[in-house]
Each structure stands twice: as structure tokens, then as C-alpha cells.
């Protein structure tokens, strides 16, 4: 557990780990907080988008007559008066191509539909309510073509996912369906899941102001410098000249990557009135026009010896991509890395619909390829009367079984016996049913989570002023998980000084390019960096301390001024500390460091993951099949925890929403024409309150010896495994396996 000891660096208070509030806490309570919907500007206008109702097809006509009449409206852009913008593809993780445009759909630049709430047009007027009603006005007329939309129809025609470099998923050892045909004990099972989305707080908006050529974007996106090469490409000019401000995010979990229609869409109406324009999409609009989970059906086999080792496994899944762009979701990854088995066959395959795109969201592929394997691990475990904790740790294996690569680090079978102590797994009697509190049936179940640790690119600066204050430049994004704290947290403590005497920026484009926000990497991307620029700054100030005959640190080596307690800025001179900058007459030293020789270049060498133990409790009432979950305890490994606070509601977050993965949440597509039938918080049920009950969470603190600082990321892994771990102590309270999520009560009835 994180602990408050002095630094082993500097003796000073160690920093890292302490549960800080976070700096923008006060800034979003009183509502300061300014998100991207939130900009003034005395001459803005709104925008509105006009979403297509067909799903395939052709405009032939679309009379904005009515529309233009509305006073107060300032254009009706359609693809008869929109301006070219350049085509972009879209991305395309496959062949390696990361421009930020979700689809290859050019926008307003076509009479083409290709999914059911395409933009067919954006309405620009002086008001929020005019853009709306005008936009309410635009007649559209189509030529409809025959769409493929439905998933279970298509799964015949699934094709096989290449390769990609981000992202291993396929592998094939031995011969596993031979090997599970021998076996003395085997589970084979189909598990299917819903469409999701990802309902973040704030609503997907863009305010879009141009200069001339010069265009500033305020827009909560995870990948700013993504964004801003897409909008420069796009509109054709020079991307020094664009700036993107990203602030505050009000949440994103992978929504808020890539560009959307919405945004383009906002830019070009402003370059077309020359106004500043704001566009925030309506909750409809973000379920019609930006993409979610992907939906999935999956094979998940095991084979086992009475004894429960492990000597086949199987895991495909056929997972969609739109037709005009989508990710592949790495739902079988997980199962490279679980259990030793001599025989292993990992297959992902894919469908093209004529569906708006899927997209990255909390651990896309992990959080529902682990209900798959953590659900057949379960079932092998009762139908061998094991412990499923104990069938885990005997097939826990060595080296990553797909490939035999070394683990950097692996803290599984600790997170499970610290969770179980926590949890009380010792009173679960085994026998499913068996278990009552008064009416209800009680269940117990667990769950693995895993998800891979990740590190991408960052460049920051960092300044030390004469009066010993500290300033960290980095264009990361902040989208609830607390970076400039924890940031801050470990800033002080690399270089001996107060946490407050350091100050973070982030959240603008104009600053060193950050890493985007994804894949659970942003914290770890920061640390690489800002290792190395620590370093650099001190053995600069260093080096100015020896050029100053009365400096404390004269005739020190290096890594001697390392060890000082007190660190490198102060020296007491004349009864007063003074810093060594101050005492030179040195304004400020600041450094820049790149994303060259950062570490992390080595996941070939090394399986780096984060992973856990889920614990969860189900009072199930046995005559209406009512499920609460009634209690949580996950146990974490994710490294090094920069602060405690903010990792332990990352990891609490992920589980809320394996809950709603597990109970509540489906995007319903209507299967004759791919429309989505319940694009709003009224009918897609996230898990509130009630549903929600204490959440324990503890993190062993162990350092990744490969990460930066150590630190493995804490984003994604808690929703992995979760909606396994509800669907086990489902199973534990009434004896049924529910292999389709989510699992809603006529599944249970
Ligand atoms: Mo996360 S899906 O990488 O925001």
C-alpha cells in the first residue's frame, strides 16, 4: 500500500503516492471551469446539424427554402454550397494510418449516405434555438439503396483481421481443437455483447474561430495534435497557423479521440459566415454521428486435465467495423497473456456494415474479451468443483503463452490474495444457490483484469525560476483523470522541491506536443519525458552552482547534489535560504526535452500489463431474477501509483462502468436499417447511484522495473474483467451461466 515516507532522493516529504486533491477540482465545483462550449465571443453563432434518416443512398434533393427563411439564421450549408475541403481517409489502424478523421466520409463534399445519421447539412444562426428549429426545417429527400446493417446476418462473411502494429491478437500453438477434442474436461461457448457508447458528461462540442488563415479550435479531445494536422489538411492551411485548446474535458474514455463529423462541420461553418462558431451536439447527435463499442460474438474453449491444467484454449471473436472507417477492437489480446496452454489459437475476424464507425472506448476490446475468457475459466472451474481462484493460479503462467515473451512484472496471484483477504472469499461456499441472505440468493464471483501497458511520445519544457519555482509546459489532456496533480506530485519529488512550488500546463496545442489521451499511456508518455528533463535541469543548475565561487554546492559531483536532502535549489547563505539561481543571478534555466530515446521502445522485449483481481457480491431475488450488486473489492497492480487518490477513482470508475457493461448498457440498432433506436440517457441505462454500491479498491504499489517511474497506467484496467466478475456471482446465486451481455432479468427468468 502507498505509504508517505521521505524520498529516498532528496530526504525530503516524498510526493509521489499522496492522495492530493486534484488542482482542477475547485475550478469544475464552483463551475470556473471553462469547457469547450463555454468560450465567449461577442459576434458567436450556433450551429445545428441536419442527420440523415436514410442508410444507404443518394440525396436527390434537400430544400433548405424554409430554413434560410427563419429569421435569424446565418447559412444552411449542404453539399450543393459547402466548399471543398480536401478528402482525408479515414483511420486506419490496420495499414498504419493515424490521421484523426473517424471516417473517410468527405462531409457536405457528397450526395452519398453511408449510415443511418450521417450530416447531410449544418445550419448556422444567431442563436442555439433558431440553428435547431431551422435545422428541423431542411427537407431531404433520397434514392435508398440496400444497406448491410445486421450484424447476425453478416457474420458469415466476417473476413480475418490483419495484423497491426500497435496490437497483437492472433496466435496459433499446437494443434487446440485436437487438443480440446482430448480433453478429459472441457467448456466451449459462444458469448455475445452489445453495441455501447460512451455517454460522456459533456456533450462532443467545438467552438471554431477563424483569423484569416488562422483558425483556433476549443475542443475536449484527447489528441489535440492529432485534431489539429486533420484540420489543417482539410482546410488547406498551414497547421502552425491552427491551434487547438482543450482544457478541460468533461469526460471522453475514447469518445473524444478521433474527429468526428461535428467538429469539421463546425470549422467549416465558421470559415462560411466568418463568425465564430459554436456547435454542441445534442445527446442524439453524439449517438448518431460518433461511434462506440463495437458489437462482438466470440468462441471462448477450454480444455483442461481433472486436475485443471490447462491444455487447450481457444479464443475467436467477430467483432464490426463501418464500411467507412472503424478500429479493430483487440478482444482476444488478453487471451495471449492469461493462462499457460500448450495449445492456443487467437483469431479475430471482421464484418464492414453500413453503420456509423465504431471507435476506441474503455479498453476497447480487453473489457469484453475478458468477460468471454473470465466467464469459461469460471464455468471450467465449477464443472471441476475447483476454487476459481485456485484453477487461475495453476495455470498462472511464466512467460506470456502466446509467445513465450518475459513478463516485466506480474503481481497476478497477489492482487488475488490481497483481494481475497479483503473481500472475505474464504466464506463463499462453492456450491452455486447455496448462499442466502433472507430472501435473496447470494453470489460470489471473480474475475482477472488485465489491460497492456502503453507509452507514446511527449515532448515537454521545464523551467526553474532564481525564486525556485517550477514550471512543467506539456500539451496533455486533462479528462477527469487528474494528470497535473499527479504530474506535479512527481515533478517535486525528481527534483527535491514543494509540491506547490510547481506549476503544470496542459491542455493547449500551442505547447510541447503531449501524447494523446489512450490506451491508459498518457501518465507514463508524461513521466518519460519528464525523467529526462529533470535530469537535464538539475545537472544544469548544477553546473551553474560550479561556476559560482560561493556556492554551497561547489566542488559536489552530480549525483552527491542528487542525494542532498533539501535538493539542488537551496542553499542556506546568511542564516536565509537563497537559491543557487538567485545567488548566480540567473533569472531561469529551462530545458525542452523531445521524445527521443525515451524507454518504453522495448515491447517486443517485454509483456508489460497492468492487471487485478475483481471481487463481486449479487444479492439476486429469486422471484422477479432482480440482480444489485452489493458489494466490490478489486485489487490492483498498475505499477507505481503517482497518487493514490486519483488512481484509486480511475480504477473505481472502470469498475462503475463494468457494472453497466455487465447489467444495464446496449446501444439497440434496429437490424432493418441500422438506425439506433435509443440514442439518450432515457433508454440507454448507465449504471447511477442505485445501482452502485461501495467500491473497494486497493493497489499494491509495486513499481514496473521497465515503466517510467514505474507507473503501468490505471485508466482502462478496471472495467477489464469486471462484467465477468458480475456475471461468476450470477452464476454463484442461481446456477445460470448468462453468456450474452448485458445481462438484463429476461435472461435470467
Ligand atoms: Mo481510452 S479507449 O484509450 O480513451
Redesign the pocket.
Known amino acids: 500500500m502507498t505509504s508517505f515516507e521521505a524520498s529516498p532522493v532528496t530526504g525530503a516529504e516524498r510526493w509521489i503516492g499522496q492522495p492530493l486533491d486534484r488542482r482542477d477540482g475547485p475550478a469544475k465545483t464552483t463551475g470556473t471551469a471553462r469547457y469547450s462550449a463555454e468560450y465567449p465571443f461577442d459576434d458567436l453563432a450556433y450551429a445545428a446539424l441536419v442527420c440523415a434518416a436514410i442508410t444507404r443512398g443518394r440525396i436527390t434533393s434537400i430544400d433548405t427554402a424554409a430554413a434560410s427563411a427563419l429569421p435569424g439564421v446565418l447559412a444552411v450549408i449542404t453539399h450543393q454550397n459547402a466548399p471543398k475541403m480536401k478528402e482525408t481517409g479515414a483511420q486506419d489502424v490496420d495499414r498504419g494510418v493515424f490521421t484523426a478523421s473517424a471516417t473517410s466520409v468527405p462531409y457536405l463534399n457528397i450526395d452519398e449516405i453511408h449510415w443511418n445519421g450521417q450530416p447531410v447539412a449544418v445550419v448556422v444562426a444567431e442563436t442555439a434555438d433558431i440553428a435547431r428549429d431551422a435545422a428541423s426545417l431542411v427537407q431531404v429527400t433520397y434514392d435508398e439503396w440496400p444497406a448491410v446493417v445486421d450484424f447476425v446476418a453478416e457474420l458469415g462473411n466476417a473476413r480475418k483481421q490483419p495484423e497491426n502494429s500497435l496490437l497483437s491478437q492472433h496466435a496459433d500453438n499446437g494443434d487446440a481443437e485436437a487438443a480440446l477434442a482430448a480433453a478429459p474436461i472441457a467448456v466451449d461457448l459462444r458469448f455475445t455483447t452489445s453495441p455501447l457508447h460512451h455517454n460522456a458528461i459533456e456533450l462532443h462540442a467545438t467552438t471554431a474561430v477563424w483569423l484569416g488563415d488562422r483558425l483556433t479550435v476549443y475542443e475536449g479531445t484527447?489528441n489535440m495534435s492529432l485534431l489539429r494536422s486533420h484540420l489543417a489538411e482539410k482546410f488547406d492551411v498551414d497547421p502552425n497557423g491552427v491551434r487547438v485548446i482543450s482544457q478541460f474535458v468533461g469526460g471522453?474514455?475514447?469518445g473524444k479521440?478521433l474527429a468526428w463529423p461535428g467538429t469539421v462541420l463546425t470549422v467549416l461553418a465558421a470559415r462560411v459566415t466568418q463568425r465564430p462558431v459554436k456547435l454542441m451536439l445534442t445527446r442524439e447527435d453524439v449517438y448518431r454521428t460518433v461511434g462506440g463499442r463495437t458489437v462482438s460474438s466470440q468462441r471462448l474453449a477450454l480444455g483442461a486435465e481433472a486436475d485443471g491444467t490447462l491444455t487447450s484454449l481457444i479464443h475467436t471473436s467477430i467483432t464490426a467495423k463501418g464500411s467507412v472507417g472503424g478500429y479493430p477492437e483487440q478482444v482476444c489480446s488478453c487471451s495471449r497473456s492469461l493462462y499457460a496452454s500448450p495449445n492456443l489459437l487467437l483469431r479475430q475476424d471482421i464484418v464492414q456494415l453500413d453503420r456509423l464507425t465504431n471507435t476506441?472506448?474503455?479498453?476497447?476490446g480487453e473489457a469484453i474479451g475478458t468477460f468471454s475468457i473470465e466467464s469459461a475459466i469460471d464455468e471450467l472451474a465449477h464443472r471441476l468443483r475447483h476454487d476459481p481462484i485456485e484453477l487461475r493460479m495453476r495455470n498462472e503462467p511464466k512467460v506470456n503463452p502466446a509467445d513465450e515473451t518475459p513478463f516485466s512484472h506480474r503481481r497476478i496471484r497477489e492482487t488475488y490474495a490481497l483481494g481475497a483477504e479483503r473481500f472475505g472469499w474464504a466464506d463463499r461456499t462453492p456450491e452455486p444457490g447455496s448462499m442466502r441472505d433472507g430472501h435473496h440468493l447470494v453470489g460470489m464471483g471473480v474475475a482477472t483484469a488485465f489491460h497492456p501497458a502503453w507509452q507514446f511520445p511527449a515532448e515537454l519544457t521545464i523551467r526553474i525560476a532564481a525564486d525556485g519555482s517550477v514550471l512543467v509546459r506539456c500539451g496533455f489532456h486533462e479528462m477527469g483523470m487528474g494528470g497535473a496533480t499527479a504530474y506535479a506530485q512527481a515533478t517535486a519529488d525528481l527534483l527535491g522541491v514543494a509540491y506547490d512550488a510547481v506549476t503544470v500546463e496542459y491542455g493547449d496545442s500551442e505547447l510541447p506536443p503531449g501524447p494523446g489521451?489512450?490506451?491508459?499511456g498518457q501518465t507514463a508518455s508524461v513521466m518519460a519525458s519528464l525523467i529526462n528533463a529533470c535530469d537535464e535541469l538539475k545537472r544544469s543548475v548544477h553546473a551553474t552552482a560550479q561556476r559560482d565561487p560561493a556556492s554551497p554546492l561547489q566542488g559536489t559531483d552530480y549525483d552527491a547534489v542528487q542525494a542532498r536532502a533539501g535538493g539542488l535549489f537551496r542553499g542556506s547563505i546568511g542564516g536565509r535560504y537563497e537559491t543557487i539561481l538567485e545567488r548566480a543571478g540567473i533569472p531561469e534555466i529551462d530545458v525542452r526535452v523531445g521524445s527521443d530515446g525515451q524507454p518504453g521502445g522495448d515491447t517486443g522485449t517485454w509483456v508489460k500489463a497492468a492487471a487485478g483481481a475483481q471481487f463481486c457480491e449479487v444479492r439476486v431475488d429469486p422471484d422477479t431474477m432482480e440482480v444489485r450488486i452489493a458489494r466490490w473489492v478489486g485489487a490492483f497492480d498498475i505499477g507505481t501509483v503517482l497518487n493514490l487518490k486519483t488512481a484509486s477513482s480511475q480504477l473505481r470508475g472502470g469498475i462503475v462502468w463494468g457494472i453497466g457493461l455487465a447489467l444495464t448498457e446496449a446501444t439497440l440498432v434496429d437490424p432493418r436499417n441500422g438506425r439506433i433506436m435509443n440514442p439518450s440517457l432515457a433508454e440507454y441505462h448507465v449504471p447511477v447511484h442505485a445501482d452502485v454500491p461501495p467500491i473497494e479498491v486497493h493497489i499494491l504499489d509495486d513499481p514496473d522495473p521497465t515503466m517510467p517511474l514505474g507507473v503501468l497506467g490505471c485508466?482502462?484496467v478496471g472495467i477489464t474483467g469486471a462484467a465477468a466478475a458480475v456475471a461468476n456471482a450470477i452464476h454463484h446465486a442461481t446456477g445460470k451461466r448468462v453468456t450474452d451481455l448485458p445481462i438484463t432479468i429476461d435472461k435470467l427468468l
Open positions: 484527447q471522453a474514455f475514447g479521440t476506441i472506448m474503455r479498453a476497447p489521451a489512450g490506451g491508459s485508466g482502462e
